[in-house]
């Protein structure tokens, strides 16, 4: 059981620095068919585009990979207290 309580939260934290990432190119704005740029655009998106369209308009600012990041770690918190020490 412990290994796959490991194997999500390895999972979800993978899934953490590819959003991370994909908000770092969305200022840097590299060339459109940068392939790590597609990567995390193409990983992302069907978890970021239901959010997105939950929240309000907020003028142009996307606050979907923050509210994804917060309920991923979250539930990285709940697996880790799940595996105990």
Do not use: K, Y
């Amino acid at each position: 059981m412990t290994i796959l309580i490991q194997g999500l939260t390895f999972v979800l934290q993978a899934f953490l620095i590819i959003v991370l990432i994909r908000v770092v190119f969305s200022f840097v704005s590299p060339f459109p068919t940068n392939p790590l740029s597609r990567l995390a655009w193409q990983v992302t998106e069907p978890v970021l585009a239901p959010i997105r369209r939950l929240l309000p308009p907020m003028g142009g600012i996307d606050l979907s990979p923050m509210v994804v990041g917060i309920g991923a770690i979250i539930l990285i918190s709940v697996l880790n207290n799940l595996a105990g020490p």
